[in-house]
């Protein structure tokens, strides 16, 4: 591990970007989000969360698995450019990491993952409805999480720390400053500061108890399924969910799939299959060919939604909880059934 005190964050981005396509989280008139920058001036690193997390850089929303020209089946792989993601907080980071565990046999998500650079950046001030400390997911980036991890300090200045191999090598051309061990320590007691500026969120930690000895009854979750209208908005926005299904399409030849299989020495292709996100809490998410349902009532589907994220039962394989504590689902839920609200319910009611 390598650390550097920076005067200005403009001589990484600039450096990065050279070599990159650059992507930032940027504010613009209240909103949050990600967005690509070709070349600079780069807009000021914000602290406040995307609405979107980086989920869709390698997991798509949609894409093309393979295509079929009436003879043969022929793989899409995707072959993206080097990319970097400038600024993922610490929350996102570890759902990357998250997903990069449920999907290291895909060699879709991975021909986008190795492309990539993760620049994280330290939260200082807890988010609105964010819980990360709770679920071993901030407020500091994990090493095991980014390439480079960003730590503001005081008088603009910043502290990078190169972690990855990958990380080193982004920088090599720049002139660093090896940070000095009060730049080092600065980092851990604002981190320190910021876990003590977190609201009592204890409900949270007990209702997670009382999900794991099964407590909440069936009519429990029937009642809070009463509140959801199946919108997805929490799935969509989870950075750990992975639920998706697939269909086939027919394809004409403007279709970007066709270029894709051009290099191959077949006929035009005539159909693909495509993968797109799914939700686990659509009423025909389970349903089999036979038409019977296992979630067919939505206490079901509700009640599966939390076990997989809090249930210690996926411990073993994943080393941590589903949810990384971003709080996103409580900020999008129309019915009021995020996080927060359950885990309230949970205790006061299973």
């Known amino acids: ?71 043969f089946f022929r793989e899409t792989i995707p072959a993206p450019e080097p990319f970097v993601l400038f600024g993922v907080q610490s929350c996102d980071l570890m759902a990357i990491h998250y997903q990069d565990i449920f999907f290291e046999q895909d060699p879709y998500y991975q021909a986008r993952r190795q492309q990539a650079i993760l620049v994280g950046v330290d939260c200082v001030h807890p988010c609105a409805q964010g819980f990360c400390h709770l679920v071993n997911a901030g407020p500091g980036v994990r090493d095991t999480t980014a390439d480079l991890i960003l730590h503001p300090l005081e008088h603009g200045q910043w502290l990078l720390i190169a972690v990855t191999d990958a990380g080193k090598a982004s920088l090599q051309g720049l002139t660093l400053t090896p940070a000095a061990d009060h730049d080092k320590h600065s980092r851990w007691d604002n981190l320190s500061h910021c876990e003590q500026q977190f609201e009592d969120q204890s409900y949270i930690l007990e209702g997670i108890e009382k999900l794991n000895r099964d407590q909440p009854s069936d009519e429990f979750w029937q009642q809070v399924a009463i509140q959801c ?71 079901e589907r509700v009640k599966r939604f939390w076990y997989h994220k809090f249930s210690n039962d996926f411990l073993p394989e994943f080393g941590r909880y589903g949810c990384v504590g971003c709080g996103r689902c409580e900020q999008t839920c129309p019915g009021v059934i995020g996080v927060h609200s359950v885990m309230k319910r949970i205790v006061k009611d299973a």
């Open 229 to 299: 209208i199946a919108c997805s908005g929490c799935t969509t926005l989870c950075p750990t969910c992975s639920c998706y299904s697939t269909q086939q399409a027919a394809i004409g030849t403007d279709d970007a799939s066709c270029s894709q299989a051009a290099s191959y020495p077949s006929s035009t292709p005539k159909a693909r299959q495509v993968r797109f996100w799914d939700s686990c809490l659509y009423e025909g998410f389970q349903r089999e060919a036979s038409f019977h349902n296992p979630s067919a009532q939505a206490g």
């Open 1 to 71: 591990m390598q650390q550097y005190v920076l005067e200005s964050l403009q001589v990484l981005q600039v450096h990065l970007s050279r070599a990159r396509q650059f992507y930032q989280v940027v504010e613009s008139e209240g909103e949050v989000f990600w967005q690509p920058i070709p070349q600079g001036p780069f807009p000021a690193l914000t602290s406040q969360q995307p609405l979107s997390s980086a989920k869709g850089f390698f997991f798509a929303e949609q894409e093309s698995l393979y295509v079929f020209d009436g003879q």
